[in-house]
């Protein structure tokens, strides 16, 4: 390219007065960046040792040439539009150029013009602090292509991914998390669990975070709850530590899978496991394992408890003359008598082929003649309904917990056996004495 210099008397004049300052022509030429300085037409009046070492161009091709030299036709023009209107404006103008240096080679430089102004206020000069960025602006487009990569990666993973640093903050998200969370990726940057999730979950999470950072050891297979926007979601966690370069800890990453279904499904076989299938009542393993906690309750509190057991009688007759699903009939109906006449926070049972257990709380002996009233009456309503092929008839016993003594559940069930027991001998008494008379 021919280069025809633009000379001026304003050229020489600055020059001469930057070789008249040694201070000041020192400090520009051991810049590090480049800078030139032009007149207000924009022709090149001074430039620094630097310039040639970016650019190629010596200081002497420069002078009096106008930055276009530079111009490599991959700079949008609405940049040097903008850069123009900014400048003339007074303002300092901040953008990058694409630009060519002597020998065609394509570089980026990050540049600062402002404008000059003389005593008089008048716009004389600009001047321009350039700087090469073409390694960082490719190291840059590297960083983002191996995060644009990373991203992808994670989000093939059906797991929640998540990054936090030493402060609880999020820095990553993968998209499986974000979408579960009804969230953007950028909701979740700089924000903590705190600002997400309720106090108490927010503090679990936080918990095993410190946990992980302290050890520097993984902490596998935590099940916990998240409330998310659609609801509370179980999820298995597993966090490790995250470490730099130097194999310093600055963050915990985590991978989270949804056992939401998974729970529900164990849930409900825990809950087939403690539910006799006849019935729909608890069974023998159901009962006990919440009549133990009730107890538990009640000696921390003082309440008493009641403990009723019940026997069908006769179950064996209506087996062997209407069949066993007549029997089976029989025992739903019974079971469905008792769960009528109990409150719904009391535990009732079916602990054997014909026999049921209740355990009220915080209930006294004085409730046992209510209770046992209420059963009579239903199995009495019952058997006098029209058409009936066989009666209903249970015998009763009650036991009575202290929770200021050592009684346990084997000792009440024992005692509600036996009262049961003397029952059920009453009744037979009373009836061989009237079949007599």
Same mark, same amino acid.
């Given at each position: ?12 004049? *600055? ?52 930055? !276009? ?18 400048? *003339?404006?007074? $303002? ?82 993968? !998209? ?32 095993? /975070? ?8 993984? $902490? ?19 966090? *490790? ?34 539910? /006799?299938? *006849? ?60 769960? /009528? ?12 082929? /014909? ?32 058409? !009936? ?24 069930? !024992? ?23």
């Amino acid at each position: 390219m021919g280069i025809e210099p633009i000379v001026s008397d304003q050229s020489i004049s *600055l020059n001469t007065f930057i070789d008249s300052s040694p201070i000041l022509k020192s400090i520009l030429a051991a810049s590090p960046v480049s800078i030139v300085i032009t007149a207000q037409d924009g022709s090149i009046e001074y430039v620094n040792p630097f310039f040639e070492d970016m650019t190629g161009y010596t200081i002497r091709e420069a002078i009096g040439c106008n930055p !276009r030299i530079l111009k490599s036709g991959l700079t949008p023009e609405e940049t040097y539009e903008e850069l123009w209107q900014t400048i *003339l404006a007074g $303002k300092t103008w901040r953008g990058r150029f694409v630009n060519k240096t002597k020998d065609g080679r394509i570089y980026i430089e990050e540049a600062r013009i402002a404008p000059v102004y003389s005593a008089s206020e008048r716009i004389e000069h600009f001047v321009a602090i350039k700087e090469d960025v073409t390694a960082l602006v490719e190291a840059q487009r590297v960083a983002d292509a191996q995060r644009r990569e990373l991203d992808s990666i994670l989000d093939t993973i059906p797991a929640w991914v998540f990054y936090k640093d030493l402060e609880n903050r999020f820095i990553r998200v993968n !998209r499986a998390f974000a979408e579960a969370s009804a969230m953007s990726r950028n909701d979740f940057e700089g924000v903590s669990c705190f600002d997400l999730y309720p106090r108490e979950q927010a503090e679990a999470f936080w918990k095993d /975070d410190k946990q992980v950072i302290a050890s520097g050891r993984p $902490k596998p297979a935590i099940i916990e709850m998240v409330t998310l926007r659609d609801g509370p979601h179980w999820v298995q966690t597993e966090k *490790l530590p995250f470490r730099d370069e130097n194999e310093e800890i600055v963050g915990v990453v985590g991978f989270s899978i949804d056992i939401t279904n998974l729970k529900s499904l164990e849930e409900k076989v825990r809950e087939l496991s403690i539910t /006799d299938e *006849l019935t729909g009542l608890k069974n023998r393993r159901g009962f006990f394992a919440r009549a133990e906690d009730l107890l538990s309750r009640a000696k921390r509190s003082g309440m008493s408890c009641l403990l009723l057991y019940a026997d069908m009688d006769d179950l064996k007759t209506i087996n062997d003359t209407f069949g066993h699903a007549a029997g089976d009939d029989a025992i739903r109906e019974l079971s469905a008598l008792l769960r /009528d006449s109990v409150r719904g926070t009391d535990i009732i049972a079916r602990i054997g082929g /014909d026999e049921f257990v209740i355990m009220m709380e915080n209930s006294h002996a004085e409730d046992y003649s209510s209770l046992t009233g209420r059963i009579k009456a239903a199995v009495a309503a019952r058997n006098a309904e029209p058409n !009936r092929d066989y009666f209903l008839s249970v015998s009763i016993g009650i036991s009575i917990f202290d929770p200021n003594s050592q009684t346990t559940l084997d000792d009440l069930l !024992r005692l509600a056996d036996k009262a049961m027991y003397r029952d059920k001998l009453t009744k037979r008494t009373e009836s061989d004495g009237s079949s007599r008379s």
